[in-house]
C-alpha cells in the first residue's frame, strides 16, 4: 500500500469515525475504499470493523454527559448487543457473501421510515403502554429482540447500524434522540468489538489497515461527539434519514 492509499484509508477512517458517532453508516465509506485499493472483500470487511473499534469507544466517550442515568438501559441492551455481535460474526465467517447482502436495503429503507416517523409512531406505542404504567426505562418489551437482530447484522457487515438502532430506540424507548444516540454508540461499539475479537483471533486481518482506519476513527469520533451532541432533535432526525439514503444509494451502486 503506497503513502498515498494510506492517507486515504486514514482519512475514510476519520470520516466513518465522525459519521458513525452521529448516526452510523460509516463503514460504508471506508470499506468501498478498502475494495478500491484491492485488499479482498472477506479480509477488508474483518478488517474494518476492528479498525472502527476504537472510533466507537471514542464516541460513546464524547457523549459521556448523555449516558448519565441510563446504567440499567445500557446493560439491558448491551447482552442483545453482544449476543447479536457474536451470532453476525460466525455468520459472516460460515455464511456465502450474499446471504446477508441481499436485504440490507430493505433494512436501510425500514430504517429510514421509522426514523421519519418516529415521533408519530412513538407517541402510539407510548399511548399503547399507558396502562401498564408506561414504556419505562428499558422500553417496549420488542426493542431487545431488535436490538439482538441489529447485532447480528452488524457483527455481520454493519453499515446503517447505527441507523437502524436510532429507529428501534426511539420509537420503543422514551428520551431524545440525543441519549439515545449516546447508547447507540455504546451498543455499536460493543457489536463491533466482540464481532472484531472474533474476526482477530480466526480470520486474515490486515493490521495495517486496521491501525489507519483506527487513528482515524479515533479523532473522527471526537469531532462527531462535539457536533452531532448539538443539532435539535429534529435536525438529527433529517441527517440519519441523510445517511441511510446515501447508504442505500451507494449500497445499490
Same mark, same amino acid.
Given at each position: 500500500?503506497?503513502?498515498?492509499?494510506?492517507?486515504?484509508?486514514?482519512?475514510?477512517? /476519520?470520516?466513518?469515525?465522525?459519521?458513525?458517532?452521529?448516526?452510523?453508516?460509516?463503514?460504508?465509506?471506508?470499506?468501498?475504499? &478498502?475494495?478500491? @485499493?484491492?485488499?479482498?472483500?472477506?479480509?477488508?470487511?474483518?478488517?474494518?470493523?476492528?479498525?472502527?473499534?476504537?472510533?466507537?469507544?471514542?464516541?460513546?466517550?464524547?457523549? #459521556? #454527559?448523555?449516558?448519565?442515568?441510563? #446504567?440499567?438501559?445500557?446493560?439491558?441492551?448491551?447482552?442483545?448487543?453482544?449476543?447479536?455481535?457474536?451470532?453476525?460474526?460466525?455468520?459472516?465467517?460460515? &455464511?456465502?457473501?450474499?446471504? /446477508?447482502?441481499?436485504? =440490507? $436495503?430493505? &433494512?436501510?429503507?425500514?430504517?429510514?421510515?421509522?426514523?421519519? @416517523?418516529?415521533?408519530?409512531?412513538?407517541?402510539?406505542?407510548?399511548?399503547?403502554?399507558?396502562?401498564?404504567?408506561?414504556?419505562?426505562?428499558?422500553?417496549?418489551?420488542?426493542?431487545? $429482540?431488535?436490538?439482538?437482530?441489529?447485532?447480528?447484522?452488524?457483527?455481520? @457487515?454493519?453499515?446503517?447500524?447505527?441507523?437502524?438502532?436510532?429507529?428501534?430506540?426511539?420509537?420503543?424507548?422514551?428520551?431524545?434522540?440525543?441519549?439515545?444516540?449516546?447508547?447507540?454508540?455504546?451498543?455499536?461499539?460493543?457489536?463491533?468489538?466482540?464481532?472484531? &475479537?472474533? /474476526?482477530?483471533?480466526?480470520?486474515?486481518?490486515?493490521?495495517?489497515?486496521?491501525?489507519?482506519?483506527?487513528?482515524?476513527?479515533?479523532?473522527?469520533?471526537?469531532?462527531?461527539?462535539?457536533?452531532?451532541?448539538?443539532?435539535?432533535?429534529?435536525?438529527? #432526525?433529517?441527517?440519519?434519514?441523510? =445517511?441511510?439514503?446515501?447508504?442505500?444509494?451507494?449500497?445499490?451502486?
Amino acid at each position: 500500500m503506497s503513502l498515498l492509499e494510506m492517507a486515504a484509508v486514514l482519512l475514510a477512517g /476519520f470520516a466513518a469515525g465522525t459519521i458513525n458517532t452521529v448516526v452510523g453508516s460509516g463503514t460504508l465509506i471506508t470499506f468501498p475504499t &478498502l475494495l478500491a @485499493f484491492g485488499v479482498p472483500p472477506v479480509t477488508a470487511n474483518v478488517s474494518n470493523t476492528i479498525g472502527l473499534v476504537p472510533g466507537s469507544v471514542s464516541g460513546a466517550i464524547g457523549y #459521556r #454527559r448523555e449516558l448519565a442515568g441510563q #446504567r440499567a438501559r445500557i446493560v439491558h441492551l448491551a447482552v442483545a448487543a453482544l449476543v447479536g455481535g457474536i451470532i453476525g460474526a460466525v455468520l459472516l465467517l460460515e &455464511l456465502p457473501a450474499g446471504a /446477508f447482502e441481499s436485504i =440490507v $436495503p430493505i &433494512l436501510i429503507v425500514l430504517g429510514c421510515v421509522m426514523v421519519v @416517523f418516529q415521533p408519530r409512531i412513538a407517541a402510539w406505542v407510548a399511548r399503547c403502554h399507558e396502562s401498564s404504567g408506561g414504556l419505562g426505562e428499558r422500553g417496549a418489551w420488542w426493542v431487545w $429482540p431488535l436490538v439482538l437482530l441489529t447485532g447480528i447484522y452488524g457483527g455481520y @457487515f454493519g453499515a446503517a447500524q447505527g441507523v437502524l438502532l436510532m429507529a428501534i430506540m426511539g420509537i420503543g424507548i422514551n428520551d431524545t434522540l440525543q441519549r439515545l444516540n449516546g447508547t447507540k454508540n455504546v451498543l455499536a461499539a460493543l457489536v463491533n468489538a466482540v464481532s472484531g &475479537l472474533i /474476526f482477530a483471533v480466526v480470520a486474515d486481518v490486515d493490521w495495517k489497515v486496521v491501525a489507519l482506519i483506527a487513528v482515524g476513527a479515533v479523532i473522527g469520533g471526537q469531532v462527531g461527539a462535539t457536533y452531532g451532541r448539538r443539532l435539535p432533535a429534529g435536525a438529527l #432526525r433529517a441527517f440519519i434519514v441523510l =445517511v441511510g439514503v446515501v447508504a442505500l444509494v451507494v449500497f445499490l451502486a
